[in-house]
């Protein structure tokens, strides 16, 4: 069973910095792109950053690009991503997502809520 | 970026009545792919590629369009057809999400 488990979320203040993780199981992670989604409340979905198999292509959305950073490591099936210079309207539900063929979510996590404030 | 207006924003069904949602893309795109979710809940895939149902999603969804147009349809709606649905394409590295379609039964 595929399982996508994020952790690290919480409250933070504006300025400040929050590492978000996501353990992969059930499932080779070095074989799927991936990517993080959030939500802010009450809000729709805003995808975040992808990366490759590899980790070799990050792709990010404008707004986080230069504060925030997506990586894996695929040895521990892990995903993550650095929040650097965290604003409000950063605050939201992080997703972590699988993308089968790069381009779609085939498996969400339950996500993890980061408030800035 | 490829912006993705849906339409309508809300909308109510009685059990059995048509519903299609729309989905319009700002430029053409390959393929659309579209999301369930209900509250407290991730958001579920639930069609891919345009028209190809994912797993477990009843054959009265179906996905159609092409171009800058793509619509979600339900032959004949179930309670448990309730949640917001999005859309979502990706291009240019970048994927984007309709703002969903909250749909509720009458």
């Known amino acids: 069973e595929v399982q996508l488990v994020e952790s690290g979320g919480g409250l933070v203040q504006p300025g400040r910095s929050l590492k978000l993780s996501c353990a992969a199981s059930g499932f080779t992670f070095s074989n799927y792109d991936m990517a993080w989604v959030r939500q802010a409340p009450t809000k729709g979905l805003e995808w975040v950053a992808s990366i490759s198999t590899g980790g070799g292509n990050t792709y990010y959305r404008d707004s986080v690009k230069g504060r925030f950073t997506i990586s894996r490591d695929n040895a521990k099936s892990t995903l993550y991503l650095q929040m650097d210079s965290l604003r409000s309207e950063d605050t939201a539900t992080y997703y972590c997502?699988?993308?089968?063929?790069?381009?779609?979510?085939?498996?969400w996590g339950q996500g993890v809520m980061v408030t800035v404030s | 970026e490829i912006v993705l207006t849906q339409s309508p924003t809300t909308m109510a069904a009685s059990p059995g009545e048509k519903v299609t949602i729309t989905c319009r893309a700002s430029?053409?795109?390959?393929?659309m792919h579209w999301y369930q979710q209900k509250p407290g809940a991730s958001p579920k895939p639930w069609i891919y590629?345009?028209?190809k149902l994912a797993s477990g999603v009843p054959n009265r969804f179906s996905g159609s369009g092409s171009g800058t147009s793509y619509s979600l349809t339900i032959s004949s709606m179930e309670t448990e057809d309730t949640a917001t649905y999005y859309c979502?394409?990706?291009?240019?590295?970048?994927?984007?999400f309709g703002s969903g379609t909250k749909l509720e039964i009458k």
């Open positions: 430029s053409s795109v390959s393929y």
């Open positions: 590629d345009t028209s």
């Open positions: 997502a699988r993308l089968p063929w790069g381009d779609w979510i085939d498996y």
């Open positions: 979502q394409q990706w291009s240019s590295n970048s994927l984007t």
